[in-house]
T-cell receptor, first 111, second 115 residues
Framework: SQTIHQWPATLVQPVGSPLSLECTVE??????LYWYRQAAGRGLQLLFY??????ISSEVPQNLSASRPQDRQFILSSKKLLLSDSGFYLC??????????FGEGSWLTVV | AQTVTQSQPEMSVQEAETVTLSCTYD???????LFWYKQPPSRQMILVIR??????QNATENRFSVNFQKAAKSFSLKISDSQLGDTAMYFC????????????FGRGTQLTVWP
């Protein structure tokens, strides 16, 4: 069966520091991969999606970037965090055309 | 553009009772999917139920069922025999029928089940 893992679960970082959140999917090949952000009390915002290795599409201009170095690995990064980057980050995946499933999420607090 | 609207920010229901959460959407697509996701206090997003737009029959998963009105672009979730563990934020979501199929979410309804 397919599983998705996301880490770290919780992160407290100072303003201006770098960020790396990692997500891996097991039990499938060539999945679509997504990064969503959920700010406090708000809905989910799609940040990035990827349909294959090295293929990244950005939904909104921002301080973040994403990379997909391997088929089932999706990384969310920042060189210098801003206070506004705080939030709950969710990685998600689906086999093309199928239901989207989410990881456990990562809490990021920028101080 | 696709939009999903959940007009009820908060709802509450007594244990064992039935509650219905509302969702409307706007799209010009003919092939699409609709979902209800549940986000408990742990914050993980959990799929509750899925409906294919081409199917006239309403989807059902145990105590959860939907009322899909395609012409009205309405997709409500009914929870029967509510349990304390149903307390969560519920999100309605839309996805095109394409292979990429990104999700468009409503703003959510916070459901509280009380004893």
């Amino acid at each position: 069966s397919q599983t998705i893992h996301q880490w770290p679960a919780t992160l407290v970082q100072p303003v201006g520091s770098p960020l790396s959140l990692e997500c891996t999917v097991e039990g499938t090949s060539n999945p679509n991969l997504y990064w969503y952000r959920q700010a406090a009390g708000r809905g989910l915002q799609l940040l990035f999606y990827s349909v294959g290795i090295g293929q990244i599409s950005s939904e909104v201009p921002q301080n973040l970037s994403a990379s997909r170095p391997q088929d089932r690995q999706f990384i969310l990064s920042s060189k210098k965090l801003l206070l506004s980057d705080s939030g709950f980050y969710l990685c998600a995946w689906n086999e093309p055309g199928n239901t989207i499933y989410f990881g456990e999420g990562s809490w990021l607090t920028v101080v | 553009a696709q939009t999903v609207t959940q007009s009820q920010p908060e709802m509450s229901v007594q244990e064992a009772e039935t509650v219905t959460l509302s969702c409307t959407y706007d799209t010009s697509e003919s092939n699409y999917y609709l979902f209800w996701y549940k986000q408990p206090p742990s914050r993980q997003m959990i799929l509750v139920i899925r409906q294919e737009a081409y199917k006239q029959q309403n989807a059902t998963e145990n105590r959860f069922s939907v009322n899909f009105q395609k012409a009205a672009k309405s997709f409500s979730l009914k929870i029967s025999d509510s349990q304390l563990g149903d307390t969560a934020m519920y999100f309605c979501a839309f996805r095109r029928g394409s292979t990429l199929g990104r999700l468009y979410f409503g703003r959510g309804t916070q459901l509280t089940v009380w004893p």
